[in-house]
């Protein structure tokens, strides 16, 4: 759905991002086809986020609103009297592969429109099988928001009583932040901090109803050409556990942006895990490189605890005694002494104090 004239171009602006500059400044822009334009030009020009009217909106959006609240769950409705079957649904292209299954980009017959098939196989084989697709179901049914993923409809197996996968229509993205980073696309400050914005945006969603994603990073992070962006992959999202004494799952959230308190073996975690990895994706936009990238858990909760360390030294160090330049410190974190874990800067401090 393309804008028609500036002032339907600032409304949906404004509902999208509301009290916010940011998204007035990045996502509001005119272009030929109506899409804002934001130099991402390896995929086609699309119209702008415009969401589906009656979609509800976060009360407390990131970067300020009136109003307060938590995310409500929205109850899932099918719009359509005639639901599909998958033999009918024409398939286009496959886009994802995993254990979790193939996504397809499709032809609804109902509609015409494109969108995603998501099969998922197996889905009876065990307990934890079961658990998952049950979690992600309800994520991708019960929550609607900008920046986050959600189901279109549930296509309904030919025999109810007996089937063992489950396809589920999603909207379709063309892309995800992983394949943009390690492409030759170059990124500017204004890409980074629109991706960054999104993706607390759509956690803050998720955060204050609770839900713990548990397995941010860029492949799980859908694009489109006119930078929006969407959280996807709820099959580790879960309730978060307000009693300690309660063990959660430790295998979660992939190594490399794996936080600290769940590398050490932690049983109990929060909303903070999340933002440690968005905290490593931001890293990585920068560098276009993983910023740890270990070949074990235990080497990468070494090369976590010894940039954190490094980090507070420094932030402890009176401002007199920083002495040295940021090429001296980058210098010395790509060379021997970075290896045997001594900071040039702690070390200047200490003879200071």
């Not at 009918?88 to 017959?109: C, H, K, L, N, Q």
């Not at 995603?116 to 307990?127: C, D, E, G, H, Y």
């Not at 179901?137 to 109810?160: E, G, T, W, Y």
């Not at 490094?310 to 410190?329: C, G, I």
Request: proline residues 8%.
């Amino acid at each position: 759905m393309a804008f028609h004239g500036a002032g339907r171009q600032q409304t949906v602006c404004g509902d999208l991002f509301p009290g916010s500059e940011l998204g007035h400044k990045y996502f509001c822009v005119s272009s030929s086809c109506g899409a804002p334009s934001t130099g991402l030009s390896a995929t086609p020009c699309l119209a702008g986020p415009t969401a589906p009217a009656g979609t509800p909106r976060h009360p407390t959006a990131l970067g300020g609103s009136a109003g307060g609240g938590a995310a409500v769950p929205q109850p899932y409705s099918n719009p359509a009297s005639e639901v599909p079957s998958p033999a009918e649904m024409e398939p286009d292209r496959p886009i994802g592969y995993g254990a979790f299954g193939v996504v397809w980009s499709v032809t609804d017959p109902r509609d015409g429109r494109k969108v995603a098939l998501k099969k998922m196989p197996n889905v009876f084989q065990n307990l934890v099988s079961c658990k998952r697709v049950f979690r992600e179901l309800r994520m991708l049914c019960f929550f609607k928001h900008d920046n986050v993923l959600s189901a279109l409809d549930i296509l309904q197996p030919p025999q109810i009583d007996c089937f063992e996968e489950i396809y589920v229509i999603t909207e379709l993205m063309q892309s995800d932040l992983h394949k943009v980073i390690v492409s030759p696309q170059p990124l500017t400050t204004d890409h980074i901090k629109v991706f960054l914005y999104q993706i607390l945006r759509g956690l803050k969603y998720l955060h204050s109803a609770g839900i713990l994603h548990r397995d941010i990073k860029p492949g799980n992070l859908l694009v489109n050409s006119n930078c929006l962006l969407k959280i996807c992959d709820f099959g580790l999202a879960r309730v978060e556990e307000p009693d300690p004494s309660r063990h959660m799952t430790q295998e979660v959230v992939t190594q490399y942006y794996r936080a600290p308190e769940v590398l050490m073996g932690c049983r109990h975690y929060g909303s903070a895990i999340d933002v440690w990895s968005v905290g490593c994706i931001f890293a990585e936009l920068l560098g276009r490189r993983i910023l740890f990238q270990a070949q074990s858990p235990i080497q990468q909760s070494q090369n976590e605890l010894f940039l954190i360390s490094f980090l507070l030294r420094v932030m402890l160090l009176k401002l007199s005694s920083l002495t040295r330049t940021a090429t001296d410190l980058i210098a010395w974190t790509e060379g021997p002494a970075a290896k045997e874990g001594e900071s040039p800067v702690a070390k200047e401090g200490g003879s200071r104090r």
